[in-house]
């Protein structure tokens, strides 16, 4: 027994220590095939960066950020390693493939872009110039992604603004960091163009689901009123689930309290006053297609590209939406100060633009300008001899104004801030038009329908400034000007979808027809 266990010790030693050598020749013989793979170092300079877009110069726009970039890098290739193209690559096409997230119809100008990262197409391109393709196509994303159309073309469709510049150096000082394509911190947009993009997905899905169904109604509907039966209303609440405006649809064709509360909703982020019935124009705006909707969220993302993210770092500033025909006082990223306003009419469009308030005018003259002098003083004083003094009129130095007053056209204050627009923000006397839905009706000018306390809100950092003395300032019947000790950034844009501060999306009417135009110029590209 004994001589038996010690064999089998013997054995089990033998065994091990054979297998321990094979393991070892193994290992030795993996050592001796295994290639080392050298490392890839692409000479990358300018005679070939300049020969490559002698043959690609369609992107040739692009060549001194190139140039400028590989100079950093020490003339040696970006997107390429010894195994192909780098990770960050990959993520850069696959981005560039899915522009439609965002609202964006563009195509790379060469299609060997593709043959790069096509499994089934065959790169015929150099590596120096598949490392130049990809670089030309990092610049060409960011451009439109993040920059939009040129200067030239948003000054040709009215867009003052100032214009965000697109700096190249910062991005690509981290060219290779993931956010820098990816987008994680949401940090180099205006942050409205990244609440668009959401709702363009919500929409997307929604037309991908077959949209909505026209309402169908007959040429005798009067609208529908709390307790009304109708086959309509259950195509008005089905409707209205599919945007999230009704939490359920329970198919009821009864209209109940929780269908008026949902029209209700509707209504107020399609800039409409509710009214408590189910007017034929609420149905006309819930029957405009998805579609339609998806156009007017891609052309108000574009504008989001030309605003520069470093706005809403402000401490305070005054916007204004034209569309929206509001006014909002922003301190610190949150809303302090809301006022409907009055804007321009088609034929005397408020211009879209920026501007630093530095004064406020208590008791203002109206200076009027040559234009109205032509248009309507003139013909009214030829039928009217006592024209000038009905209106509170007068000459002065050959200019007519208007003398202060609760009558005057400017009311007991206006607000101002240099431009060439002579554009300004003021009170008024016709304070009826602030209870209609559509107010475009101003000559060009702002007119607020809270001045008082706009001027509270804005002389609060001025303890002398108490809510009576400008009381007493806005009716003394004498103009009197106040510095701010603080100039206000005044911006007065243009958006007809809005998503706001609690993550509902707003459609406002294109008042001044401004969406077409522009929808044009991105669906062609």
Known sequence: ????????????????????????????????????????????????????????????????????????????????????????????????????????????????????????????????????????????????????????????????????????????????????????????????????????????EIEKNGGWKTIEIGEDYKGLKLGDSSTIIGQIRERLFVTGDIKEDNKSAVCDTVLMKAVKNYELRHGYVPKNTILLEHINDLNIPVSDRIKTIIANMERCRWIDPELEKGQKYIEVNIPEFRLYIVEDGKITFISPVVVGRTMTKTVVFSGMMNNIVFSPYWNVPPSIIKSEIKPGMAKDKNYLAKKNLEWNNGAVRQLPGKNNSLGLVKFLFPNSSNIYLHDTPAKSLFERESRAFSHGCVRVAKPREL??????????????????????????WYTLKKKVPVYIGYFTAWVDREGQLNFYKDIYQRDESLIKLLTEE
């Not at 964006?104 to 590596?127: D, G, Q, R, T, W």
């Not at 393709?133 to 040129?150: H, Q, S």
Request: proline residues 3%.
């Open 1 to 204: 027994m004994k001589i038996w266990y010690r064999f089998a010790v013997i054995m089990l030693v033998f065994i091990a220590v054979s297998c321990n050598s094979k393991g070892d020749k193994k290992e030795e013989s993996q050592k001796v095939d295994k290639v080392v793979i050298p490392e890839l170092k692409l000479s990358i300079d300018s005679l070939a960066i300049a020969g490559f877009y002698e043959a690609y110069p369609k992107l040739k726009n692009f060549q001194d950020e190139v140039f400028s970039l590989y100079n950093k890098k020490q003339s040696t290739q970006l997107w390429l390693d010894n195994k192909g193209v780098v990770e960050f690559g990959n993520t850069l096409y696959d981005k560039y493939k899915g522009l439609e997230n965002e609202g964006l119809k563009a195509n790379f100008p060469y299609k060997e872009i593709n043959s790069i990262f096509e499994n089934n197409s065959v790169n015929k391109l150099s590596k120096v110039n598949t490392d130049l393709m990809i670089t030309n196509l990092y610049f060409y994303y960011a451009e439109k992604v993040y920059r939009g159309f040129d200067e030239k073309t948003s000054i040709s469709l009215e867009w003052l603004l100032p214009r965000k510049k697109l700096n190249y150096k910062v991005l690509t000082d981290s060219l290779f960091e993931k956010s820098t394509i990816n987008d994680d911190k949401k940090s180099k947009m205006f942050s409205q163009y990244y609440k668009l993009r959401d709702a363009l997905h919500q929409y997307r």
């Open 455 to 480: 001027a509270i809100e804005l002389l609060k950092v001025d303890p002398k400034w108490t809510p009576e003395r400008i009381d007493k300032a806005m009716h003394a019947g004498k103009e009197s």
